[in-house]
Protein backbone atom coordinates (compact mmCIF):
# COMPACT_ATOMS: atom_id res chain seq x y z
CA UNK A 1 0.00 0.00 0.00
CA UNK A 2 1.31 3.86 -1.09
CA UNK A 3 1.13 5.77 1.97
CA UNK A 4 2.32 8.97 0.26
CA UNK A 5 4.07 10.36 -2.48
CA UNK A 6 6.92 12.92 -2.29
CA UNK A 7 6.83 15.08 -5.46
CA UNK A 8 10.38 17.27 -4.64
CA UNK A 9 13.64 15.61 -5.57
CA UNK A 10 13.61 12.18 -6.56
CA UNK A 11 10.22 10.43 -7.81
CA UNK A 12 9.74 8.37 -4.85
CA UNK A 13 6.72 6.85 -3.04
CA UNK A 14 6.73 5.40 0.86
CA UNK A 15 5.19 1.84 0.67
CA UNK A 16 4.12 -0.06 4.36
CA UNK A 17 3.34 -3.43 4.60
CA UNK A 18 0.43 -4.88 6.14
CA UNK A 19 0.94 -8.40 7.66
CA UNK A 20 -1.53 -10.70 8.37
CA UNK A 21 -3.00 -13.74 6.70
CA UNK A 22 -5.80 -14.62 8.37
CA UNK A 23 -9.00 -13.33 7.87
CA UNK A 24 -11.67 -12.29 10.41
CA UNK A 25 -8.53 -12.22 13.20
CA UNK A 26 -8.84 -10.10 15.75
CA UNK A 27 -7.25 -6.94 15.21
CA UNK A 28 -4.30 -6.24 17.48
CA UNK A 29 -1.75 -4.19 15.52
CA UNK A 30 2.23 -3.93 15.82
CA UNK A 31 3.22 -0.73 14.47
CA UNK A 32 6.84 -0.76 13.05
CA UNK A 33 8.63 2.17 11.35
CA UNK A 34 12.47 2.56 10.47
CA UNK A 35 15.15 4.77 8.92
CA UNK A 36 13.80 7.86 10.35
CA UNK A 37 17.26 8.88 10.01
CA UNK A 38 18.99 8.48 7.07
CA UNK A 39 22.44 7.53 7.91
CA UNK A 40 21.44 5.06 10.72
CA UNK A 41 21.64 2.24 8.10
CA UNK A 42 21.53 -0.97 10.70
CA UNK A 43 17.53 0.07 11.43
CA UNK A 44 16.97 -0.97 7.48
CA UNK A 45 18.56 -4.77 8.28
CA UNK A 46 17.00 -5.00 11.37
CA UNK A 47 13.65 -3.78 10.17
CA UNK A 48 14.31 -6.64 6.84
CA UNK A 49 15.17 -9.00 9.17
CA UNK A 50 11.10 -8.25 10.59
CA UNK A 51 9.74 -8.68 7.28
CA UNK A 52 11.63 -11.61 6.27
CA UNK A 53 10.71 -13.44 8.67
CA UNK A 54 7.20 -12.86 9.71
CA UNK A 55 6.00 -13.61 5.70
CA UNK A 56 8.55 -16.51 5.95
CA UNK A 57 7.51 -20.43 6.56
CA UNK A 58 8.84 -20.51 9.96
CA UNK A 59 5.93 -21.57 12.10
CA UNK A 60 6.31 -19.15 14.98
CA UNK A 61 5.67 -16.84 11.79
CA UNK A 62 2.44 -18.53 10.58
CA UNK A 63 1.50 -18.33 14.59
CA UNK A 64 2.04 -14.18 14.76
CA UNK A 65 0.04 -14.04 11.66
CA UNK A 66 -2.73 -15.50 12.83
CA UNK A 67 -2.89 -13.70 15.61
CA UNK A 68 -1.12 -10.11 15.31
CA UNK A 69 -1.54 -7.67 12.61
CA UNK A 70 2.09 -5.76 11.74
CA UNK A 71 2.51 -2.36 9.94
CA UNK A 72 5.46 -1.71 9.06
CA UNK A 73 7.10 1.99 7.65
CA UNK A 74 10.47 0.55 6.42
CA UNK A 75 11.37 3.65 5.05
CA UNK A 76 10.45 7.31 6.76
CA UNK A 77 13.02 9.23 5.03
CA UNK A 78 13.36 7.71 1.53
CA UNK A 79 14.32 11.21 0.08
CA UNK A 80 17.20 11.77 2.84
CA UNK A 81 18.83 8.02 1.52
CA UNK A 82 18.34 9.07 -1.73
CA UNK A 83 20.45 11.95 -1.35
CA UNK A 84 23.18 10.39 1.34
CA UNK A 85 21.81 12.66 3.91
CA UNK A 86 22.76 11.47 7.71
CA UNK A 87 20.18 12.72 9.82
CA UNK A 88 17.86 15.08 7.76
CA UNK A 89 15.44 15.24 5.28
CA UNK A 90 15.48 17.00 1.80
CA UNK A 91 14.28 20.06 3.16
CA UNK A 92 16.70 20.11 6.00
CA UNK A 93 14.12 18.78 8.83
CA UNK A 94 15.58 16.02 11.49
CA UNK A 95 11.85 14.24 10.74
CA UNK A 96 12.26 12.78 13.99
CA UNK A 97 11.59 16.15 16.12
CA UNK A 98 7.97 16.95 13.98
CA UNK A 99 5.70 14.11 15.42
CA UNK A 100 3.39 16.93 17.19
CA UNK A 101 2.79 18.54 13.66
CA UNK A 102 3.90 17.00 10.91
CA UNK A 103 2.89 19.26 7.82
CA UNK A 104 1.68 17.17 4.62
CA UNK A 105 3.92 19.08 2.49
CA UNK A 106 7.07 19.52 4.72
CA UNK A 107 7.32 16.43 6.20
CA UNK A 108 4.65 13.85 4.24
CA UNK A 109 5.67 10.97 5.63
CA UNK A 110 5.27 11.27 8.78
CA UNK A 111 1.70 13.22 8.16
CA UNK A 112 0.68 10.38 6.69
CA UNK A 113 1.80 7.71 9.17
CA UNK A 114 0.55 10.05 12.08
CA UNK A 115 -3.02 10.00 10.01
CA UNK A 116 -2.91 6.61 10.00
CA UNK A 117 -2.27 5.89 13.46
CA UNK A 118 -4.99 8.00 14.74
CA UNK A 119 -7.55 6.52 12.70
CA UNK A 120 -6.79 2.99 13.48
CA UNK A 121 -6.35 4.81 17.39
CA UNK A 122 -9.89 5.66 16.72
CA UNK A 123 -11.41 2.63 15.47
CA UNK A 124 -13.23 0.47 17.74
CA UNK A 125 -12.46 -2.82 15.95
CA UNK A 126 -8.65 -2.13 16.43
CA UNK A 127 -6.06 -2.59 18.98
CA UNK A 128 -3.12 -0.43 18.43
CA UNK A 129 -1.03 -2.16 20.80
CA UNK A 130 2.88 -1.39 19.60
CA UNK A 131 4.39 1.26 18.11
CA UNK A 132 8.30 0.47 17.78
CA UNK A 133 10.41 3.02 15.68
CA UNK A 134 14.10 1.50 14.89
CA UNK A 135 17.25 3.34 14.97
CA UNK A 136 20.91 2.82 15.21
CA UNK A 137 23.40 4.47 17.66
CA UNK A 138 26.78 6.03 17.57
CA UNK A 139 28.19 5.60 20.69
CA UNK A 140 26.25 2.68 22.65
CA UNK A 141 26.74 -0.72 22.16
CA UNK A 142 24.34 -4.04 21.59
CA UNK A 143 20.73 -3.49 21.12
CA UNK A 144 18.40 -1.55 23.78
CA UNK A 145 14.96 0.31 23.68
CA UNK A 146 14.02 3.31 25.23
CA UNK A 147 10.66 3.92 26.62
CA UNK A 148 8.66 6.44 28.56
CA UNK A 149 7.70 7.37 31.58
CA UNK A 150 4.22 7.32 33.62
CA UNK A 151 2.65 7.82 36.64
CA UNK A 152 0.75 4.31 37.46
CA UNK A 153 3.57 1.66 38.50
CA UNK A 154 1.74 -1.04 37.23
CA UNK A 155 1.59 0.87 33.11
CA UNK A 156 5.25 0.92 33.77
CA UNK A 157 5.93 -2.65 35.06
CA UNK A 158 3.65 -3.60 31.95
CA UNK A 159 5.96 -1.50 29.81
CA UNK A 160 9.52 -3.22 30.70
CA UNK A 161 7.91 -6.91 30.00
CA UNK A 162 8.65 -6.69 26.14
CA UNK A 163 12.27 -5.31 26.58
CA UNK A 164 12.96 -7.95 29.01
CA UNK A 165 11.56 -10.85 26.78
CA UNK A 166 13.49 -9.37 24.34
CA UNK A 167 16.69 -9.66 25.98
CA UNK A 168 16.17 -13.58 27.13
CA UNK A 169 15.90 -14.11 22.87
CA UNK A 170 18.57 -12.12 21.73
CA UNK A 171 22.04 -12.42 22.80
CA UNK A 172 22.80 -8.94 21.98
CA UNK A 173 19.94 -7.20 23.31
CA UNK A 174 20.95 -5.10 26.94
CA UNK A 175 18.19 -4.49 29.26
CA UNK A 176 20.41 -2.78 31.70
CA UNK A 177 20.76 -0.05 28.49
CA UNK A 178 17.42 -0.11 28.12
CA UNK A 179 16.18 3.30 29.81
CA UNK A 180 12.98 5.05 30.90
CA UNK A 181 12.66 8.49 30.65
CA UNK A 182 10.76 11.88 29.46
CA UNK A 183 13.84 14.20 28.27
CA UNK A 184 12.28 16.96 26.75
CA UNK A 185 14.62 17.32 24.00
CA UNK A 186 12.65 14.02 22.76
CA UNK A 187 9.29 15.43 22.98
CA UNK A 188 8.57 15.42 19.26
CA UNK A 189 10.16 12.28 18.61
CA UNK A 190 7.66 9.31 17.89
CA UNK A 191 8.10 7.34 20.88
CA UNK A 192 7.66 10.42 23.03
CA UNK A 193 4.59 11.72 20.95
CA UNK A 194 2.28 8.56 20.53
CA UNK A 195 3.09 7.69 24.11
CA UNK A 196 1.78 10.33 25.38
CA UNK A 197 -0.94 10.65 22.73
CA UNK A 198 -2.25 6.75 22.76
CA UNK A 199 -3.83 5.53 26.34
CA UNK A 200 -2.43 2.72 28.85
CA UNK A 201 -3.04 -0.23 25.99
CA UNK A 202 -0.17 0.43 23.55
CA UNK A 203 2.91 0.82 24.19
CA UNK A 204 5.62 3.11 22.49
CA UNK A 205 9.12 2.02 22.36
CA UNK A 206 12.49 3.18 20.47
CA UNK A 207 14.49 0.16 19.35
CA UNK A 208 18.14 1.37 18.61
CA UNK A 209 20.97 -0.99 18.12
CA UNK A 210 24.93 -0.01 17.75
CA UNK A 211 26.42 0.95 14.72
CA UNK A 212 30.03 -0.92 15.63
CA UNK A 213 29.09 -4.16 18.07
CA UNK A 214 28.11 -5.81 20.85
CA UNK A 215 29.52 -6.82 24.20
CA UNK A 216 28.08 -11.03 25.56
CA UNK A 217 26.69 -10.71 28.97
CA UNK A 218 29.12 -11.39 31.65
CA UNK A 219 31.87 -10.95 29.72
CA UNK A 220 34.67 -7.79 27.90
CA UNK A 221 34.14 -9.85 24.74
CA UNK A 222 32.91 -7.54 21.71
CA UNK A 223 31.03 -8.80 18.58
CA UNK A 224 31.07 -7.04 15.87
CA UNK A 225 27.86 -6.25 14.35
CA UNK A 226 27.58 -7.51 10.41
CA UNK A 227 24.28 -7.35 8.31
CA UNK A 228 22.88 -10.62 9.29
CA UNK A 229 23.45 -10.32 12.76
CA UNK A 230 21.31 -6.87 12.49
CA UNK A 231 19.02 -9.14 10.53
CA UNK A 232 18.65 -11.85 13.35
CA UNK A 233 18.04 -8.52 16.39
CA UNK A 234 15.06 -8.47 13.86
CA UNK A 235 13.80 -11.77 13.88
CA UNK A 236 13.92 -11.75 17.51
CA UNK A 237 11.84 -8.82 18.03
CA UNK A 238 9.70 -10.72 16.27
CA UNK A 239 9.70 -14.00 17.44
CA UNK A 240 9.23 -11.82 21.34
CA UNK A 241 5.90 -11.06 20.30
CA UNK A 242 5.00 -14.92 20.83
CA UNK A 243 5.84 -14.93 24.14
CA UNK A 244 4.06 -11.47 25.10
CA UNK A 245 1.43 -13.12 23.76
CA UNK A 246 1.71 -16.62 25.25
CA UNK A 247 0.90 -18.01 21.57
CA UNK A 248 3.19 -21.17 22.70
CA UNK A 249 0.74 -22.99 23.69
CA UNK A 250 -1.47 -22.39 20.04
CA UNK A 251 0.91 -24.64 18.04
CA UNK A 252 0.15 -27.96 16.38
CA UNK A 253 3.50 -28.74 16.33
CA UNK A 254 6.40 -27.57 18.81
CA UNK A 255 7.77 -24.70 17.59
CA UNK A 256 11.37 -25.10 15.47
CA UNK A 257 13.82 -22.56 17.00
CA UNK A 258 15.40 -19.71 14.65
CA UNK A 259 18.80 -20.64 13.15
CA UNK A 260 21.85 -18.85 14.68
CA UNK A 261 23.57 -18.25 11.65
CA UNK A 262 27.19 -18.23 13.89
CA UNK A 263 29.30 -20.97 14.00
CA UNK A 264 30.20 -20.01 17.71
CA UNK A 265 28.36 -20.94 20.73
CA UNK A 266 27.71 -18.07 22.83
CA UNK A 267 26.06 -17.59 26.09
CA UNK A 268 23.06 -16.02 26.43
CA UNK A 269 23.12 -12.49 27.99
CA UNK A 270 21.58 -11.92 31.19
CA UNK A 271 18.99 -9.13 32.16
CA UNK A 272 19.20 -6.86 34.43
CA UNK A 273 16.84 -6.02 37.37
CA UNK A 274 13.82 -3.55 36.74
CA UNK A 275 14.15 -0.27 37.55
CA UNK A 276 11.51 1.62 39.45
CA UNK A 277 9.06 4.08 38.09
CA UNK A 278 9.28 7.79 37.51
CA UNK A 279 6.97 10.98 37.01
CA UNK A 280 3.87 10.89 34.72
CA UNK A 281 4.60 11.58 30.70
CA UNK A 282 3.23 14.83 29.50
CA UNK A 283 1.11 14.58 26.53
CA UNK A 284 -2.86 15.35 25.57
CA UNK A 285 -4.93 11.19 24.97
CA UNK A 286 -7.03 11.32 22.42
CA UNK A 287 -10.73 10.02 23.69
CA UNK A 288 -10.74 6.76 21.64
CA UNK A 289 -14.41 5.25 20.88
CA UNK A 290 -15.82 2.45 22.62
CA UNK A 291 -17.37 -0.68 21.18
CA UNK A 292 -20.62 0.69 21.47
CA UNK A 293 -20.94 4.11 20.19
CA UNK A 294 17.05 8.30 33.23
CA UNK A 295 18.28 10.79 30.96
CA UNK A 296 18.93 9.23 27.16
CA UNK A 297 22.24 8.93 25.68
CA UNK A 298 23.97 11.84 23.50
CA UNK A 299 24.15 11.23 19.96
CA UNK A 300 21.13 9.53 20.57
CA UNK A 301 17.47 9.03 17.86
Request: overall charge positive.
Amino acid sequence: MVLCVLHRGPNLRIFFFSVNLRTGAEQKVVFITARVHPGETPSSFVCQGIIDFLVSQHPIAKVLRDHLVFKIAPMLNPDGVYLGNYRCSLMGFDLNRHWVDPSPWAHPTLHGVKQLIVQMYNNPKISLEFYIDIHAHSTMMNGFMYGNIFEEEERFQRQAIFPKLLCQNAEDFSFTSTSFNRDAVKAGTGRRFLGGLLDHTSYCYTLEVSFYSYILGGTTSTVPYTEEAYMKLGRNVARTFLDYYRLNTISERPLAPIPNTRKEKMPPFKCATLRGPGNSHPGRKLEKRSQTNPTEHSHSS
